[in-house]
Nanobody
Framework: QVQLAESGGGLVQAGGSLRLSCAAS????????MGWFRQAPGKEREFVAG????????YYAVSVKGRFTISRDNAKNTVYLQMNSLKPEDAAVYYC???????????????????WGQGTQVTVSS
């Protein structure tokens, strides 16, 4: 099975940028569609962005579209989330997730991912 480790979180001012990384080990990440989710205190975990196994298809939550970009470097076994124009409401723990099944319209659901990282905290100051 694949193990996932997120990094790149931290404290940033509103309007700033961060790039999160998700490093995979144990299996090659090219076998998995990948997703980023986030969970703020007192809220449910929500979908942020997803990308197909090849990287040819990506999709975003409405709240981040145009500001966040998901990408993958299968040669480095790593998936990224570039976050620009950050807002205080983007603050959360961000999780990377993986699943070997093909991308579908259901891929925005956390329940369609079998493997999860431990998360990385993103804090946005206003």
């Amino acid at each position: 099975q694949v193990q996932l480790a997120e990094s790149g979180g931290g404290l940033v001012q509103a309007g700033g940028s961060l790039r999160l990384s998700c490093a995979a080990s144990g299996r090659t990440v090219s076998n998995y569609r990948m997703g980023w989710f986030r969970q703020a205190p007192g809220k449910e975990r929500e979908f942020v962005a997803g990308i197909s196994r090849s990287g040819g298809t990506s999709y975003y939550a409405v709240s981040v579209k145009g500001r966040f970009t998901i990408s993958r470097d299968n040669a480095k076994n790593t998936v990224y989330l570039q976050m620009n124009s950050l807002k205080p409401e983007d603050a959360a723990v961000y999780y990377c997730a993986a699943d070997p099944s093909p991308i579908t319209s259901a891929s925005i659901s956390q329940w369609t991912y079998d493997y999860w990282g431990q998360g990385t905290q993103v804090t946005v100051s206003s």
